[in-house]
């Protein structure tokens, strides 16, 4: 059983994991299906991101999904792949 599963891997669900990582409350987080199962949701489609706090330069979505990754994997984040759905 878990405390915490966030739902959704793009920067709404890795800044919530972020912040419960930091409370202590080991968050799991699901990639969502919309990206065919791969962290980043719709910024993995996104060209460049211009609206970003903090950041000087305005980097394109998977750059900044990337960068968003490895601050929640610092913090020993469990993420799960959801597998694509089969089409029969």
């Known amino acids: 059983m878990e405390k915490l599963v966030i739902i959704g891997s793009g920067p709404a669900g890795l800044t919530a994991a972020l912040y419960a990582a ?24 996104a060209g460049r991101v ?3 706090p903090a950041l ?3 980097p394109d979505g998977p750059s900044l999904i990337q960068l968003m990754l490895e601050q ?3 913090y020993d984040v ?3 792949p959801l597998m694509p759905p089969r089409r029969t």
């Open 72 to 74: 929640v994997r610092s």
């Open 22 to 45: 930091r409370a202590n409350l080991n968050p799991v987080v699901i990639e969502g299906a919309r990206t065919g199962g791969l962290a980043g949701g719709q910024l993995m489609i």
């Open 78 to 80: 469990r993420i799960i």
């Open 56 to 58: 000087p330069q305005s």
């Open 50 to 52: 211009e609206n970003f």
